[in-house]
C-alpha cells in the first residue's frame, strides 16, 4: 500500500486533531510501509490542579489554649459568657485606633455590639445575647477563636 504525499499529510494532520480532542500527548502508528510517531513518548507531566487548603481551626486541629482562654474556661460555670458564633480572629474595636466596644466594668444590654469576630475577610458584629456586667474579656485583640468558644464573660 503506497500512501501519496498529500494523503499522508491528510492523515498526520485527522491524528493530530484525535490528539487535541481527546488530549492525548503522543501517538503511534506503524504498518508494513511506514512508522509514524507524534507528540512526546515522555511528555512534560501536567501540573495538578491546586487543592483546596482549609484553615488548620477548621480541619479539627485545636490550637493550645493561652492563658486567657484557660482562665475563662476555669472560671465558675454560674457566670454568663458571649461565645463567639464562628470561627476567626477576634477584634475589640471597630478599628485599631477606635475604643474598645466593651471593657470590664461596662453593663451591656442584650442586642448591643460587644466585638466583631472576622472570618475569610468578613468583619461580623457580634451581638450580646444577654444582658449583664463585663468581668472578663477571655481573648486577647487580634486572636484566633473557635465556633461556641467564650469570649466575654458576664455577671
Known sequence: MQFEKN???SAVKELIGVMKESGLGYISVKNDKFELELGQKYPEPRPLPPM???PPMAMGMQAAP??????????????????SPI???????PAPDKAP???VGDSVNEGDVVCIVESMKVMNE???????VVTAIAVKDGEAVE???????LS
Open 147 to 153: 465556633f461556641g468558644q467564650p469570649i466575654i464573660l
Open 101 to 103: 466596644f466593651v471593657k
Open 126 to 132: 457580634v451581638l450580646a445575647d444577654k444582658s449583664g
Open 7 to 9: 494523503e499522508l499529510i
Open 66 to 83: 493561652t492563658t486567657t482562654q484557660a482562665a475563662a474556661e476555669a472560671a465558675p460555670t454560674a457566670g454568663k459568657s458571649i461565645t
Open 52 to 54: 483546596p487548603v482549609m
Open 87 to 93: 470561627v476567626g480572629t477576634f477584634y475589640a474595636a
